[in-house]
């Protein structure tokens, strides 16, 4: 079973390979929220992770990894995300994800 | 916020003849146009600034969607219009595949939120797989407007 830690790293076991799971909390830092392009950079940089990403915000989900999906999560500047990152390489794409959300994609 | 918001019936291209980018997004600022929803002086300027915006990265986001969309000051609050290319279009879509399908906005240079709002409603229509392909099925206009009319009324709600 999947045991979630919300503050941070788990393991679990599924058909014998180790599934990492991270969960994070973040504050969406660009200006003018996730719109195409942020949207478009997100993807292009959770895809080269193996693990599956997913982003949270307001009990709605979108797959890390589909653009229209984080464009219909309509996320505005200020907005709490959850970052849930999930497989084999889950830490590194944690890290890697949550920097580009809180650091606002270098939009000035 | 509804599609019909902002996507104006008068401004719909349901075959886009159009088969390059500078073409297609002149096409689409044009029947903006003819819907008096752009003004007529500033159809260069728009296409301009919708053609900058293509240059920072492609608004091809893949599985034949394209989203183009600038900020021009000739409007006051978000307007767009959907087109149609049945034959597809070589937009330089992020995943390299031809473009069938149009959402153009331009938005005021002071509504963020606006834009954004329009965005999150046309991609959380166009999760939906039915919507998709039922829109590329569309070839009149008034196919497109019954379509959309559908999906305000929740017809296509995930």
Known sequence: MDERDRTGESMTQQDGEPQAECVSEVELRNPSGLHTRPAATFVDRASKFRAEVLLLKDGREANGKSILDLLALGAEKGAHLTLITRGPDAAAAAEALRGMLETGFDET | MKLADFLFPGAFVPQLQSDDKEGLIRELVE????????????????????????????????????????????????????????????????????????????????????????????????????????????????ELVELLEEADQGRYTL
């Open chain 2, 31 to 142: 029947a903006l146009v003819r819907a008096k929803k752009v003004p007529r002086g500033n159809v260069t300027a728009v296409v301009d600034a919708l053609l900058e915006r293509e240059r920072l990265g492609s608004t091809g986001i893949g599985k034949g969607i394209a989203v183009p969309h600038a900020k021009h000051r000739s409007v006051k609050e978000v307007v767009g219009t959907v087109g149609l290319s049945p034959q597809g279009v070589d937009f330089a879509a992020l995943d390299g595949e031809l473009v069938y399908v149009f959402f153009l906005l331009v938005s005021s240079p002071n509504d963020a939120a606006g834009h954004l709002a329009a965005l999150e409603l046309i991609a959380e229509t166009l999760k939906h797989e039915t919507f998709c392909r039922f829109l590329r099925q569309c070839r009149t206009q008034q």
